[in-house]
């Protein structure tokens, strides 16, 4: 039996250690913070099939969709829904486009359908705005970000194998051995570093070499809604973001909006356990990030999520900003997400970007699959 040491308690670090624990492993995490309070708390908590791209992206995608329903079915904790997705036209030109995507293999492997307007309303009674159609993604899901990594703590601590370390923050290595900032040393045979977004920590200078970035998002949460939504929804913005999308002719969906356009945002909405919805996001690239949050975005999320279920919103009671590590927009297409096996018995794994949720499973069963 070999001891493992991940560094970072977010969702990609948390998978290694519960795909560790499985392969027979001693698992120690190591997180900075005494909880996770970076990307992995501060998302949807959205399986998302649907907008992958085709090749590597995709297949780990479908993959990850089946550990999550296995994980979820062991952990009810990290609140596993195969509810599925819809993406809405609000417009004649955000139908074609869809119509257009509805008649491709893609959409085949994604298991999506178009739906006209009543099988909108037949698929999610909750959208009662003047939507023309949907997109409908059978393969989404969705679990939540807030609770999901103690419910797995937990489940791992019952092995007998695993131990958590908060407030620690690892500051070096030698070979496996992770040193803390207190100097204690995490003695391990395999040290795997999953540092999300924070580049000038551990293993900065391979950081500072590596295609990746990071970028900022804006979201918000509203106060929980006798309102029930049985899919996470997406408006026509989503068809500019996600790869998926990106072979078609997207004309017909006309000019962004100037607020869109300067946030580079898409609405995303999302209900929580409790009833409350998640609403997002926004999109920006240039650092340095400001140390607030620009009003002008919410409001205009706000406005969609609105228009799209027909109903006022119920009160914003959270908004936040978050920082996620994300590919250079020039890297491979095949390549999902950066892995460098630093040394021997030395990993490190970031740079999944708007996909970590999605795929964190998928990506740890493939690194222990690779080692």
């Known amino acids: 039996m070999s001891t493992v040491t991940i560094v970072g308690g977010g969702v990609i670090g948390t998978m290694h250690a519960w795909f560790a624990l499985a392969r027979g492993h001693r698992v120690r995490q190591i997180e900075r913070d005494l909880e ?35 994980i979820g079915a062991v952990v009810p904790g ?4 195969p509810h599925g997705s ?27 359908v178009l739906l006209d307007p009543d ?21 989404d899901a969705i679990v ?18 695993y131990e958590h370390v908060p407030g620690r923050h690892v500051v070096a290595h030698d070979g496996a051995v992770a040193i803390d900032h207190l100097g204690d040393r995490h003695e391990a045979d395999l040290l795997v570093v999953c540092p999300g977004a924070t580049h000038d920590g551990l293993l900065a200078d391979r950081l500072a070499t ?43 969906l006309g000019d962004r909006s100037a607020v869109a356009a300067r946030h580079d945002l898409q609405l995303l909405l999302v209900q929580r356990l409790d009833g ?31 228009t799209i279920l027909g109903a006022p919103l119920p009160p914003v009671l959270r908004r936040w900003a978050g920082v996620y590590s994300v590919l250079h927009p020039d ?26 949720m999605t795929l964190s499973p998928a990506i740890a069963e493939r690194t222990w699959e690779a080692l």
Do not use: K
């Open 210 to 252: 590596a295609p990746v970035r990071r970028r900022r998002l804006q979201m918000m949460q509203t106060a929980p809604t006798d309102l029930r939504l049985t899919s996470s929804i997406a408006d026509a913005e989503s068809l500019r973001y996600y790869p998926a999308y990106e072979h078609l002719d997207l004309a017909p």
């Open 144 to 161: 939540e970000p807030r609770v999901l990594l103690p419910s797995l703590r937990d489940a791992m601590a019952a092995t007998g194998r």
């Open 86 to 112: 819809l993406t809405v036209a609000l417009t004649d030109g955000e139908l074609d486009v869809m119509s257009s995507y509805a008649a491709t293999p893609a959409a085949a492997d994604r298991d999506t």
């Open 276 to 306: 409350s919805l998640t609403i997002g996001d926004t999109h920006d690239d240039d650092e340095p990030f400001p140390f607030d949050v620009d009003e002008e975005p919410y409001e205009h999320l706000a406005e969609r999520a609105a």
């Open 36 to 70: 996770a309070r970076s990307a992995s708390v501060r998302n949807f908590g959205l399986v998302w099939v649907s907008g992958r791209r085709d090749g590597t992206e995709l297949q780990l995608a479908l993959r990850a969709r089946e550990l999550w329903a296995e």
């Open 119 to 139: 099988e909108v309303r037949r698929a999610e009674p909750a959208v009662r705005g003047p939507v023309v159609g949907a997109l409908h993604c059978r393969r």
């Open 331 to 356: 890297t491979d297409p095949s390549i999902v997400y950066h892995h460098d096996e630093v040394e021997p018995g030395v990993v490190l794994v970031t740079g999944a970007g708007g996909r970590g």
């Open 78 to 81: 990290v609140g596993f829904r």
